[in-house]
């Protein structure tokens, strides 16, 4: 089936550890993106790509970094640079490749806790 | 700069009852809106989305959403709640000043009591 991969779905860490969140779609979609979800907020954008091998930043990039080596494939870390780096990663996928209205899909999110 | 406002953070019905969740927009063009459902832990859907076409915008799951520009809101309805129905829902709109980024609401909460 089509869909949004990300991986692991939990993930504990120590704090100064760096980790990489993972995300593969199989829909052939040009825009990828990672968004932050905290409890009561809505979604905060933290980069997107819109096309292989280019990436922008979004309203809160700052300890993140990401890469775009593959259509398929937007892999997220989380650096030891992000002071609060603990909540609920969404990795969405859009056919379009500007940041036009249209339908994102998500992926199951992944949660990560820093102890 | 566009700006969406869920106006409940929290909404609980009875099963069978009608489901009102209330979203105001500020915009200066006309805008394009969204409602998005999120169960626990899980991704976020698309139910509807408003692209000046028709005002009343249905969506899946029998949910609508009605565009008044004169109010500058865009409230989702259902007339019969389902347990199933319970989750956050977010209401989004499109900023063109932006390329078109997603703003996303607070969100609302509902819970749907048997």
């Known amino acids: 089936d089509g869909g949004i991969t990300q991986s692991p779905k939990y993930l504990f860490r120590k704090e100064g550890q760096n980790v990489t969140l993972s995300c593969e779609q199989n829909?052939?979609?040009?825009?990828m993106y990672w968004y932050r979800q905290d409890p009561g907020q809505g979604l905060r954008l933290i980069y997107y790509?819109?096309?292989?091998?280019?990436?922008q930043k979004g309203d809160i990039a700052e300890g993140y970094s990401v890469s775009r080596e593959k259509k398929e494939s937007f892999p997220l870390t989380v650096t030891s640079a992000q002071k609060n780096p603990t909540a609920f990663y969404l990795c969405?996928?859009?056919?379009?490749?500007?940041?036009?209205?249209?339908?994102?899909?998500f992926g199951e999110g992944s949660r990560l806790t820093v102890l | 700069a566009q700006s969406v406002t869920q106006l409940d953070s929290h909404v609980s019905v009875s099963e069978g009852t009608p489901v009102l969740l209330r979203c105001n927009y500020s915009?200066?063009?006309?805008?394009?809106l969204f409602w998005y459902v999120q169960h626990p832990n899980k991704g976020l859907q698309l139910l509807l989305k408003?692209?000046?076409?028709?005002?009343l915008v249905k969506g899946i799951n029998g949910f609508e959403a009605e565009f008044k520009k004169s109010e500058t809101s865009f409230h989702l309805t259902k007339p019969s709640a389902h347990m199933s129905d319970a989750a956050e829902y977010f209401c989004?709109?499109?900023?063109?000043?932006?390329?078109?980024?997603?703003?996303f609401g607070q969100g609302t909460e509902l819970s749907v009591k048997p």
């Open positions: 915009s200066s063009y006309s805008p394009s």
């Open positions: 989004v709109v499109s900023d063109y000043n932006q390329g078109g980024k997603l703003i």
């Open positions: 408003y692209t000046s076409a028709a005002t």
């Open positions: 969405a996928s859009g056919r379009d490749r500007v940041l036009v209205a249209g339908e994102l899909f």
């Open positions: 829909l052939n979609h040009d825009a």
């Open positions: 790509s819109q096309i292989v091998n280019d990436f």
